[in-house]
């Protein structure tokens, strides 16, 4: 299911930011986290953040915590990566990503958005 549920990529310079969002799938009452991944150019895909869609809880990876900052808007039914002090390495696409309730897997959703940083 490949639908354009991001947006907000774009080219910044080191020290820039950015703002991506991801519109939650229509059926978002069964989502338990929305989140991001991202990945680089001959990388594997690699978690960014992610967050509970009930109690609204955080979590990030080690390479972007005090820099980005994941949020929902419940009225929206979407979630905000406002990313800040970016940096070369952030360049990648970011692949917005859900839970379904009871599941530990993440679901791909959307075809990507392309974020390059340049130095």
Same mark, same amino acid.
């Given at each position: ?22 519109? $939650? ?6 989502? @338990? #986290?929305? %989140?991001? *991944?991202?990945?680089?150019? !001959? ?11 009930? $109690? ?6 080690? @390479? #972007?915590? %005090?820099? *980005?900052?994941?949020?929902? !808007? ?46």
């Amino acid at each position: 299911q490949v639908q354009e549920a991001e947006s907000g990529g774009g080219l910044v310079q080191a020290g820039g930011s950015l703002r991506l969002n991801c519109t $939650a799938p229509k059926y978002h009452w069964r989502i @338990s #986290v929305m %989140g991001w *991944f991202r990945q680089a150019p !001959d990388k594997e895909r690699e978690f960014v953040a992610a967050i509970r869609w009930g $109690a609204g809880g955080a979590e990030y990876a080690d @390479s #972007v915590k %005090g820099r *980005f900052t994941i949020s929902k !808007d419940n009225a929206k039914n979407a979630v905000t990566l406002q990313m800040n002090s970016l940096i070369p390495e952030d360049t990648a696409i970011y692949y917005c990503v859900y839970k379904k309730l009871g599941s530990s897997e993440y679901t791909s959703w959307g075809q990507g958005t392309q974020v390059t940083i340049s130095s």
